[in-house]
């Protein structure tokens, strides 16, 4: 039997986005490939997960109702506007499972991270790029954005800070999408999942709209903030009518005993920790962006966030070669050709603690020569 012919179309015709984070693979490398609290997992963590082990012998709360309150009081909301997440990738799964269907529309800014389009597509649903603008480092435009839009998209797509490019749309300009996505009957969706390790996110950040606005859902992870990508836990904020909707099509115990116990925990007594590795990022990037102004072929953008997005075709490289040339000197970063042409020419990497920044400069140095030139 040929089961490739037994599959829905939209699902033979896919292949999985690809990402960084591949560290795992390979010994002795700094990975810089991966967008995450520079300290690494908070200290104590280890003891958390043991002490959560011991409750093994039950199924776990199908509401993840100690974790949905400790994300509620941490963004002043009640736990009816949380919708618990195996990591914020099963709730851009989720979404499109319950609001998207064979023949939709969405609205999606180009680059930006994969798994959006993918889980468009899975539903059959029809994905409308909308090109971001090089000469401006690739920040949404969003008056050029709204004019693209009208009723016959389902949903607008968002992430702040965009990931690869590490630009924030501001909060002014966001609420007016919003608004007026809320005219058009669309509904946005807006990834936050690197918002916490800036440290003006609370200036940048719709958390506290989401009642007011029933078209609009926010997703949030632990992955990025507190270094714990192995530990797979996010979730959505949402009014309660829209979260009541993404509840009905959850996976059934989908946060496990040790998932809800440790990170309600991390959420709850911890938070101290991702404040502290935000400002380091933000001081760090900031340092890493004048040494890189030292390559003076190079075009360096300062981004919003903590990770940089950087061209490398002043210097006829592509991204697969000038990885596997600092991957030589120990240092692994992300090849973006994945995000299609002319990306393949683009690298991301993120900053991290001033010792691994220095071993990162180190290799930059080593790949290019001081003057920027392979």
Not at 12 to 33: I, K, N, T, V
Not at 145 to 155: C, N, Q, V
Not at 221 to 232: E, M, N, Q, V, Y
Not at 307 to 333: I, K, N, S
């Amino acid at each position: 039997m040929d089961l490739t012919k037994r599959m829905r179309q939209e699902v033979a015709r896919m292949e999985r986005p690809q990402h960084g984070g591949d560290g795992w693979r390979y010994s002795g490398l700094e990975d810089f490939s991966a967008n995450l609290n520079p300290f690494g997992p908070p200290p104590g963590l280890q003891e958390m997960l043991l002490a959560a082990s011991k409750q093994l012998d039950h199924y776990p709360d199908d509401s993840s109702d100690r974790f949905r309150r400790a994300v509620a009081d941490h963004h002043s909301l009640v736990k009816e506007n949380v919708v618990p997440g195996v990591g914020s990738s099963e709730i851009i799964r989720l979404f499109p499972e319950v609001f998207l269907e064979r023949g939709d529309k969405v609205l999606m800014p180009r680059p930006t991270f994969g798994e959006y389009a993918f889980a468009c597509r899975f539903m059959g649903a029809e994905v409308v790029p909308f090109t971001l603008p090089e000469e401006d480092a690739f920040r949404v435009d969003v008056e050029s954005l709204l004019g693209e839009l009208d009723r016959s998209f389902k949903a607008v797509y968002l992430c702040n800070p965009n990931n690869p490019t590490g630009m924030v749309c501001p909060r002014r300009q966001v609420l007016e999408l919003l608004q007026e996505c809320e005219r058009l009957n669309v509904i946005v969706f807006m990834d936050e999942t690197l918002l916490e390790l800036l440290p003006d996110e609370a200036k940048i950040s719709l958390s506290s709209e989401v009642e007011a606005h029933d078209n609009l859902l926010i997703i949030r992870s632990l992955t990025k903030s507190f270094a714990i990508p192995g530990l797979r836990v996010g979730y959505g904020l949402a009014g309660k009518s829209m979260a009541a909707c993404l509840e009905r099509g959850r996976q059934t115990w989908n946060l496990g005993q040790i998932e809800q116990e440790v990170s309600a925990a991390l959420i709850s007594d911890h938070f101290h920790y991702v404040r502290k590795g935000a400002q380091v990022l933000d001081d760090e990037k900031r340092r890493v962006h004048q040494e890189l102004g030292q390559f003076r072929s190079l075009t360096v953008h300062m981004p919003d966030g903590f990770f940089f997005f950087l061209d490398l075709r002043p210097v006829e490289m592509t991204g697969a070669g000038f990885r596997e040339r600092m991957m030589e000197q120990g240092v692994l970063v992300r090849d973006c050709r994945s995000f299609g042409p002319p990306f393949e020419s683009y690298v991301r990497f993120c900053v991290k603690t001033p010792e691994k920044d220095a071993l990162l400069l180190k290799a930059f140095r080593a790949v290019l020569g001081r003057e920027g030139r392979a």
